[in-house]
T-cell receptor
Framework: EAQVTQNPRYLITVTGKKLTVTCSQNMNHEYMSWYRQDPGLGLRQIYYSMNVEVTDKGDVPEGYKVSRKEKRNFPLILESPSPNQTSLYFC????????????????FGPGTRLLVL | QKEVEQNSGPLSVPEGAIASLNCTYSDRGSQSFFWYRQYSGKSPELIMSIYSNGDKEDGRFTAQLNKASQYVSLLIRDSQPSDSATYLCAVKQPGTSYDKVIFGPGTSLSVIP
């Protein structure tokens, strides 16, 4: 089954304690992305990756890091979480984003709800 | 100025009625337009995509695009309680290295039985 998985699904942590949210896709997609979703603000892109070892900042990258060492995995790292990073996080993947007659849809993971105390 | 705007709602319609969801965008170079449905606590799922001016129908859903007015809408005919969800408008903008997808804040729809 084609899917994007995220772990953990729920996480409560304290300010300053480093954490990693994993994301994995089994569709051999080139493009992967992290979003955060907050009430009234919609989905905002944190980081994206166009392929292995190619990552770049989205609209709200402050306080986050990512890596793309393998095509299937795209972990999101919060080195020193703060309460303003309390949010719902989604990982997404798609085959590509350029050069297609009909742009590829993004497949979203189930989401990770993070609470930073 | 927000790049993709939607009425936040909530929009309430009776069962069987037509629900009309609207979205405006600011970048005239935008090429592709999407509607996602998101149930509470769940991930977004794509329900419609549209690329050229006019209407596109898929079952009870019709997407309408007017690039001159920078306006895209979603009509849901014969609304059902199961359609109650938040609907996200997304716009794909061409970029130098990749095409960026911008999401609107979403419109909450409630279908009353």
């Amino acid at each position: 089954e084609a899917q994007v998985t995220q772990n953990p699904r729920y996480l409560i942590t304290v300010t300053g304690k480093k954490l990693t949210v994993t994301c994995s896709q089994n569709m051999n997609h080139e493009y992967m992305s992290w979003y955060r979703q907050d009430p009234g603000l919609g989905l905002r892109q944190i980081y994206y990756s166009m392929n292995v070892e190619v990552t770049d900042k989205g609209d709200v990258p402050e306080g986050y890091k990512v890596s793309r060492k393998e095509k299937r995995n795209f972990p999101l790292i919060l080195e020193s979480p703060s309460p303003n990073q309390t949010s719902l996080y989604f990982c997404a993947s798609s085959l590509s984003t350029r050069g297609l007659a009909e742009p590829e849809t993004q497949y979203f993971g189930p989401g990770t709800r993070l609470l930073v105390l | 100025q927000k790049e993709v705007e939607q009425n936040s709602g909530p929009l309430s319609v009776p069962e069987g009625a037509i629900a009309s969801l609207n979205c405006t965008y600011s970048d005239r170079g935008s090429q592709s337009f999407f509607w996602y449905r998101q149930y509470s606590g769940k991930s977004p799922e794509l329900i419609m995509s549209i690329y050229s001016n006019g209407d596109k129908e898929d079952g009870r859903f019709t997407a309408q695009l007017n690039k001159a007015s920078q306006y895209v809408s979603l009509l849901i005919r014969d609304s059902q309680p199961s359609d109650s969800a938040t609907y996200l408008c997304a716009v794909k903008q061409p970029g130098t290295s990749y095409d960026k997808v911008i999401f609107g804040p979403g419109t909450s729809l409630s279908v009353i039985p």
